[in-house]
């Protein structure tokens, strides 16, 4: 479970990933939790929403590459991939952005149903 995942991180990674995910349920209150690729994610709808996880130097917030490159300026300082995001848990991401992430990847989503 995602709880069971989080319990076993260092404390500094689970408060930053406990936070994430506060934001995100907050964001999209009706999103499900569950475990997908060994990560804690969301899905909306039985579809996936967004990922986040630990590594061993940072954490990641992974809502697909739409959203990040929607979001690229306000990304500049942390390091990103196609679908990826990563910080470290003493520099979460700004709590404005995380919903405006969320927001853009289940707009995605949206538009991709109504296709």
Not at 42 to 52: A, E, K
Not at 88 to 103: E, G
Request: positive net charge; hydrophobic residues 40%.
């Amino acid at each position: 479970t995602p709880a069971r995942y989080l319990a076993a991180l260092d404390p500094d990674q689970r408060a930053a990933l406990q936070r994430l995910r506060r934001i995100i349920r907050t964001a999209v209150p009706k999103a499900d939790e569950r475990i997908s690729y060994g990560m804690p994610a969301f899905t909306l709808n039985g579809r996936m929403l967004v990922w986040y996880g630990a590594a061993s130097r940072h954490c990641s917030c992974c809502p697909g590459a739409h959203p990040i490159q929607l979001c690229r300026a306000e990304l500049k300082a942390y390091s990103t991939s196609k679908g990826t995001i990563r910080f470290q848990p003493d520099r979460p991401l700004p709590a404005t952005l995380v919903r405006k992430l969320v927001r853009a990847r289940v707009a995605e989503m949206a538009k991709r149903t109504r296709s």
